[in-house]
């Protein structure tokens, strides 16, 4: 059953460029999908209380329209990364097409906040060798997941089971910045802080735990 939670290793080995967990003894949130008017002040509210930074995964069309949330992740110390423009599944897409959901967030971003964007992580967890190869071309790191909660489920059980089972110190944790986990995401966020924080494990930022070397 791990493998629902978990990537398999065959996976990790065909896309070994990809990040799969935190390079660090250190635990690092992520949150994907965001920003998002509903669950961003309190994901941030919640990271703030528990002194953690995170990296969010942000959708560019989100960005566009809700530009004061993206600055407030920002200005908190958190990480934003690339979650393409429109949340599409790029698997089997043209390349053109992929480059496009691509390379617009990369600018935008650019044109907004004048930063530079440095990890993707694809809708769904879909790849390909294409998606793959445009990731690298916008000079993007792609940064999988070692463990998903399946917040998206909105079912709290859900979180406690793949945290109880599989958080491990050097876990790359996936949660949500969407509607469908608003009333269970403080809640998680809190138990995976307080579960590593029994087995004394620690957190680290995007940099800490992403950085190749
Ligand atoms: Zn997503």
Not at 13 to 22: G, H, L, P
Not at 34 to 60: A, M, W
Not at 62 to 89: Q, R
Not at 155 to 176: P, Q
């Amino acid at each position: 059953m791990k493998w629902i939670y978990s990537p398999p290793n065959l996976i990790k080995k065909i896309f070994s460029n990809f990040i799969w967990e935190s390079k660090s003894d250190k635990i690092l949130l992520t949150f994907d999908d965001g920003p998002n008017p509903q669950t961003t002040e309190l994901i941030l509210k919640s990271l703030r209380d528990r002194n953690v930074k995170g990296l969010f995964f942000c959708v560019g069309d989100n960005v566009m329209k809700y530009e004061s949330l993206t600055k407030e992740i920002l200005d908190e110390g958190h990480e934003i990364g690339n979650h393409t423009f429109n949340h599409k599944s790029l698997f089997c897409l043209p390349k053109k097409e992929v480059n496009e959901q691509i390379q617009k967030v990369n600018l935008d971003f650019q044109n907004k906040f004048g930063k530079e964007l440095k990890y993707f992580r694809p809708p769904f967890g879909k790849i390909d060798l294409n998606t793959n190869a445009i990731a690298k071309q916008n000079s993007l790191q792609t940064v999988m997941w070692t463990l998903i909660t399946y917040d998206f489920k909105n079912d709290f059980h859900k979180v406690k089971f793949s945290v109880n089972n599989f958080l491990t110190k050097n876990t790359i944790v996936v949660l949500h910045d969407n509607i469908k986990c608003k009333s269970i995401i403080v809640d998680s966020i809190n138990y995976v802080i307080d579960n590593a924080e029994k087995k004394d494990y620690k957190f680290g930022d995007a940099k800490e735990c992403l950085s190749m070397n």
